[in-house]
């Protein structure tokens, strides 16, 4: 990769074609993703609308990992509205194929603990990966987050393959 100047920021409107043509982009080139190519694509109509909603939430946030104005990664925070569970967030993590391996995920999550760890409305981060991702189970223990347990047949391939998937989480102290 050329050397370029990264930056991590919170996703603004103005990102929302960038944001919505990576996420229709990984969901065809990755199948450690729930959603995959025959998922309908997030528009970027859809995207602004997103983004929006996520910037008036407290316990909520999108990363952008963007080179340039071109979004090459993407890191989501979710959280609900009930009482007894709006201090969990629940964490969404893509980078393109081609920009993966550069560290990018790591500055996203990164970016993800210190806003977690500077907000009071996050005390929880949760997330769910295939276990035969090795890469982003490590990368998520990298950053403190443990396996709380397995949930078998938790997902499946397009050939109908059952696969196993870590509930993982890190508690936000």
Known sequence: MAEQELIICEA???DAKSLSEV???VQEETDFLTRDSDSPAMSAEQAEIFIDSQLQK????????????QVVGVLNVSAGTF???NHIGEVFIAVKKTY???????????????WAEHTSAIRRLELEVQVRN???VGLYQKFGFVIE????????????????VYAMAKLID
């Open 149 to 164: 347990g397995t949930k078998q047949r938790g997902a499946k391939t397009k050939n109908g393959e059952f696969l196993d």
């Open 58 to 69: 407290e316990n909520a946030i999108c990363f952008v990992a963007k080179l340039g104005s």
């Open 23 to 25: 996420l229709k982009l």
């Open 83 to 85: 009482a007894k569970t």
């Open 12 to 14: 603004q409107l103005e």
């Open 100 to 114: 993966q391996s550069y560290g990018i995920g790591s500055f996203l999550m990164e970016a993800l603990i210190d």
């Open 134 to 136: 090795d890469k982003a």
